[in-house]
Every structure is written in C-alpha cells, then in structure tokens.
Nanobody
Framework: QVQLVKSGGGLVQPGGSLRLSCVAS????????MGWYRQAPGKQRELVAS???????NYADFVKGRFTISRDSRKNTVYLQMNSLKTEDTAVYYC???????????WGQGTQVTVSS
C-alpha cells in the first residue's frame, strides 16, 4: 500500500518560513519524481515544485528564489523549504509521487499552510 505522509504546515506571518516533509512508503522511491502542489480556495491545483531522482528540480515562477525542494533517498522523504512566505502562498499543499513510465501517480492528504498577520 502506497502512503505519502506529510508533516509541517500551519500558520506563519508574512515573511516567515515553514518546512514541509513528505515520507513515502510502498514505492521504490528512487524511481519516482516527487512534487509539491497547492490549491487555494476557488482555484485549481497547481504545481509548486518537483524533483527527479537525479535531483533535477523544477519550480513554478511564483516560488522561484523563495522555495527549495529537496529529497533524501535514505529516508524516502521529500522536503519543501518555504521562505519569504506571502499571503498569496496560503493554500492546501499536497505531496505527489509520479512515475510516468508506468503511469503511476500517488497523492498524499493535503496540509494547510496559512500566511497571515
């Protein structure tokens, strides 16, 4: 059974930082690209950042220079370090594991990030 278990999130003031973690089990972690998505109220889910097993990463323009995605294959964990948070970063954040070669995609439960003074 595939599980993506997240930790982190919560309430932070504008300009603050948070780190999200997502531990994957039930998959061969090295074969999956890991990603973070978010969905704000009334908006579609959007990609925030993704990282391949070879550490090649991709960021949405709206987080470049502020967020950093990383992965630790020893711990089957992907991280999202979020700095200089803005109110518009408020959303539910989701962890995703994807292997395009076998058309497999798994989602974790969302975690709320609220940026507010």
């Amino acid at each position: 059974q595939v599980q993506l278990v997240k930790s982190g999130g919560g309430l932070v003031q504008p300009g603050g930082s948070l780190r999200l973690s997502c531990v994957a089990s039930g998959i061969r972690f090295s074969l999956y690209s890991m990603g973070w998505y978010r969905q704000a109220p009334g908006k579609q889910r959007e990609l925030v950042a993704s990282i391949r097993s070879g550490d090649g990463s991709n960021y949405a323009d709206f987080v470049k220079g502020r967020f950093t995605i990383s992965r630790d294959s020893r711990k089957n964990t992907v991280y999202l370090q979020m700095n200089s948070l803005k109110t518009e970063d408020t959303a539910v954040y989701y962890c995703n594991a994807e292997n395009e070669y076998i058309s497999a995609s798994y989602w974790g439960q969302g975690t709320q990030v609220t940026v507010s003074s």
